[in-house]
């Protein structure tokens, strides 16, 4: 006959207990070493590029400033890629087609496109449009450029091509674009409705390139740029993300793989980028265009006053105290016949 103890079951439930509680603390820290470490990884594959600039720069200055930089290039396309994307088979990467600056701070997060049609002085080449310096001496002019034009020190320097968009976006499954009215670009290869809808990578580029869908131009296309990186970031930032390891190593690598940044820049200022550039978009942040004075986008002329104030603002990292007269999403100041719209709510900027 067998005599089973009282208090036998009562220490094999603890025994059980303690197991579990030993299996969850073993996966807790899996999980934990392996977000940490596979960033880590990934990042020893980042490619840098020199954007030191040359000359006198602006003093540090409080916040920190990030260069956004867009290159027209297909060096990264395939044949078959250049005609999927409808992106032609010419090289433009000697120009920077989209300019950003995003400065993060005490204040909102700012991300503010700079026209690549701005008319300014690029050092050691006389006048000209803002996206020539990178033609005439790569990331450092452009840099050097941007830092005399503006009075804004740039912190961090960053730079993707065409691919790179495609790619990131891809690897997020996608991202939410959403036009105020259709689009119909045939030359960017782009048809889509009014309204919200994902975009997979190849609509998403479509869609940050178009210039022929809506009134204005570069200038609508700026915004539209503006809403692909800040979508973009949202998507890689989701709870999705971090749930799934195959999707975290995913967007992890492909980051990496379609960006190239300065020297100073490391995987803490870029998870920084990443999680400013989410809340740019919402209640957090602001959107803007550099304040000018005409929508002929052919050559664009800014306003000097109102640039000059929004530049002081951003140098003191006051970006809070930017107001309707200041940010506004084409950066145009008033409603005129010739087409320019009005200053949008806070909401849509």
């Known amino acids: 006959m067998t005599l089973h103890r009282p208090g036998a079951p009562r220490t094999h439930r603890r025994r059980g207990s303690r197991v579990v509680l030993l299996g969850v603390a073993l996966v807790t820290l899996a999980a934990a070493a392996y977000l940490a470490v596979v960033p880590g990884v990934a990042w020893t ?12 720069r602006p003093a540090d200055q409080p916040g920190t400033t990030y260069l956004l930089v867009g ?16 992106t032609g088979n010419g090289d433009g990467g000697n120009r920077a087609d989209t300019v950003m600056l995003l400065h993060v ?3 909102p997060a700012l991300l503010l496109s700079v026209p690549r049609a701005s008319l300014v002085d690029v ?28 009075g804004v020190r740039v912190d961090h320097y960053v730079e993707v091509g065409l691919g790179g968009v495609v790619r990131s976006v891809d690897a997020v499954g996608g991202i939410v674009i959403c036009p105020e009215t259709r689009m119909d670009d045939a030359r960017a290869g782009l048809h889509v409705d009014a309204g919200c809808a994902r975009a997979d990578g190849p609509t998403a580029l479509a869609y940050a390139r178009s210039r022929h869908a809506q009134r204005l131009d570069d200038l609508d296309r700026a915004a539209h740029q503006r809403e692909v990186v800040s979508a973009l970031a949202d998507a890689a930032l989701s709870p ?13 690598s492909g980051a990496v793989a379609s960006v190239r940044v300065g020297d100073d820049v490391g995987p803490v200022a870029m998870a920084r980028l990443a999680w400013a550039l989410r809340h740019v978009d919402g209640d957090g942040g602001l959107t803007c265009g550099v304040p000018i004075t005409d929508a002929d986008v052919a050559v664009v002329h800014w306003d000097r ?6 530049f002081a603002l951003v140098q003191e990292d006051r970006v809070a105290d930017l107001d309707e007269s200041l940010c ?3 950066g145009l100041a008033t409603v005129t016949a010739g087409g320019a719209h009005p200053a949008p709510s806070r909401q849509q900027r």
Do not use: C, K
């Not at 290159?71 to 409808?86: E, K, N, Y």
């Not at 999705?240 to 992890?252: D, E, Q």
């Not at 006053?305 to 929004?310: D, H, I, K, L, S």
């Open 45 to 56: 594959n980042v490619t840098r590029v020199d954007a030191e600039p040359d000359g006198p």
């Open 71 to 86: 290159l027209d290039s297909r060096s990264d396309l395939s044949s078959a890629d250049r005609r999927r994307l409808g």
């Open 105 to 107: 701070g005490a204040g």
């Open 123 to 150: 050092p050691g080449h006389g006048t000209s449009m803002i996206n020539a310096a990178y033609a005439y001496g790569g990331a450092p002019l452009l840099v050097q450029t941007v830092e005399a034009a503006t």
């Open 240 to 252: 999705r993300t971090f749930v799934s390891p195959r999707r975290y190593w995913r967007v992890a």
């Open 305 to 310: 006053e109102r640039a000059a104030e929004m």
């Open 328 to 330: 506004r999403r084409s």
